[in-house]
Nanobody, 120 residues
Framework: QVQVAESGGGLVQAGGSLKLTCAIS????????MGWYRQAPGKQRELVVA???????NYGDSVEGRFTIFRNNAKNTVELQMNSLVPEDTAVYYC??????????????WGQGTQVTVSA
């Protein structure tokens, strides 16, 4: 069983920073790919930043240079450091992980999301 839970969202003024944390609770699950996505009201869910097991990082539009993804192996978490926030960053942010469950089953999991609101 794999559980993914985000935390760290909240209200911040434009220009400020927030760090989101994704805690992964899993038995026999090897994470290969990880990422953060977001969904603003009335819009489709979009990529924020994703990192593959090979180290390749893909950024969504407008966040490169401001947002960074980290993996903390000791804590089994994936973190998103967000700097220089702007009101357009307001959205629900979701953590996504993918990898091997057991020896041969590829699975991916989503968290339930955490709200980030950036005021002007």
């Amino acid at each position: 069983q794999v559980q993914v839970a985000e935390s760290g969202g909240g209200l911040v003024q434009a220009g400020g920073s927030l760090k989101l944390t994704c805690a992964i609770s899993a038995n026999d699950f090897t994470i290969h790919d990880m990422g953060w996505y977001r969904q603003a009201p009335g819009k489709q869910r979009e990529l924020v930043v994703a990192r593959t097991s090979t180290g390749r990082v893909n950024y969504g539009d407008s966040v490169e240079g401001r947002f960074t993804i980290f993996r903390n192996n000791a804590k089994n978490t994936v973190e998103l450091q967000m700097n220089s926030l702007v009101p357009e960053d307001t959205a629900v942010y979701y953590c996504h992980v993918a990898g091997w469950l057991g020896a041969s089953t590829w699975k991916d999991f989503w968290g339930q999301g955490t709200q980030v609101t950036v005021s002007a």
